[in-house]
C-alpha cells in the first residue's frame, strides 16, 4: 500500500490547551571539529548512548579516509580504508563495522568484535560491512568477479555461526542496508542484467524475504531501519521522481519532495522522525526533516544556525532526537550534531 504524506513547510502546531500555535522543536548545533591533521570529522551514525561513529579524509596519503569512534570527548581511531569512510556502522552498545584495507579493490569486511574477516571469509574478494547490531550480527555485502561475471551479494553473518549470502525470490544482486537488534534486514535486490532503475528493497524478517512497496515508479532503495522495524529510503514515483519514502505496518509513506526537487530518508527514529537529505530545483543539497506534524521541511529552518553554516545532509537520528549530519562552514567541509532546544 502507498500513501501521499502531507506536505506542510510551514506548519505551526497548535497548543490543545490553549488553541495558540507552538513552534516545531528547534535544535542547537554543534561542530564535531577536527583530526589532528586539519581533516574535518564527518558522522556516518549516533547511537542512544550518544557515541558517534565518524570518519575523516586526509591530504596524505591521498584517497585514504580514517574511521573514528567518539564518545563524550574521546576519540578513539578504527582503522583505515581507500576511498571509502572504513566506520560505516555503530551498535547501541558501542561495536563498530565497516571496511579496511589501503588500496583499490583490497577492501575487507571488520567488526570491532571480529577484526578483518572479509579476507578470511571471501579471499581475493572486495568486501564491506554496512551494518552490526548489539548482539554482534553484522551485515554488509561482498564483491564476486570471476572472469565476466561480476556479482554482488548482501551478507549476513550471526554472532554465532556461519556468514550467509542474502538472494531473494527474484534473484540477482543484493546489498545490505541496514540491520536492527530485532535481528531484521533491510537490503537491496536487482535483477541480473538488470539496471538501477529496477532496484528493489526488502526486509528479512524472521527468515521471511518481505517486499517493500514503492511509490508508483520503476525502483525502491532502502538506506535505514529502526528498531521497531521502520525503513526509510528513496523510491520513485510515476512522474519519474525521486521522494523519500517511510515504510511501516505494511504502508509504504511518500514523503514528498521540493517542487521539482528531489529527496531521500537517510535515517529515522520510531517517534516518526526521518532525517535525510533534499535537492531543490536549483540544485541545492539541504539537509532535511519529516515529521507527521510538519510534513517535509529544511532542517536549516528549525535549527538555531552559526554564522556560516550551511547543512548539507542528515546520516543518524537517535532516540532522545540528536540528530547528526555533514554540512559547511563557509565553505568548508565540516560534521555537526544537532540537540533538540527545550526553549524554542
Known sequence: ?????????????????????????????????????????????????????ACAAG????????????????CVPSGVAFGCPPVAALSANGLLAGAAGTAPKALCAWASHRDIFGERL???????SRSVNARGDVAGDVHFEAGELVLTRAFLLPAAGAARLLTPPQGGTTTAAALNDAGDLAFNATP?????????????????????????GGSVWARALTPGGRVVGRAETVDGSQ?????????????????????????????????????????????CRWTRETGLQALADVVRLPAGWVLHEAVGINSAGDIVGTGTWFGRPRGFRLRPDPSA
Open 1 to 53: 500500500m502507498v500513501r501521499r504524506a502531507m506536505l506542510s513547510p510551514a506548519v505551526r502546531l497548535q497548543n490543545p490547551d490553549t488553541g495558540r500555535p507552538e513552534r516545531a522543536p528547534g535544535y542547537t548545533l554543534a561542530d564535531l571539529g577536527c583530526h589532528l591533521d586539519g581533516s574535518p570529522l564527518l558522522p556516518v551514525a549516533i547511537n542512544d548512548s550518544g557515541e558517534i561513529a
Open 59 to 74: 591530504a596524505h596519503p591521498a584517497g585514504i579516509f580514517r574511521g573514528f569512534h567518539l564518545a563524550g570527548r574521546l
Open 122 to 128: 571471501w579471499p581475493g574478494c572486495t568486501s564491506r
Open 192 to 216: 541480473l542484467g538488470a539496471d538501477a532503475g529496477t532496484s528493489r528493497a526488502w526486509l528479512l524478517q524472521e527468515h521471511t524475504y518481505v517486499p517493500i512497496p514503492g511509490l508508483g
Open 243 to 287: 521522494h523519500a519514502f517511510l515504510w511501516e505496518d505494511g504502508t509504504t509513506l511518500d514523503l514528498g519532495a521540493p517542487v521539482r526537487g528531489l529527496s531521500e530518508g537517510l535515517a529515522a527514529d520510531d517517534h516518526g522522525v526521518v532525517v535525510g537529505r533534499m535537492i531543490d530545483a536549483l540544485g541545492a543539497v539541504r539537509a
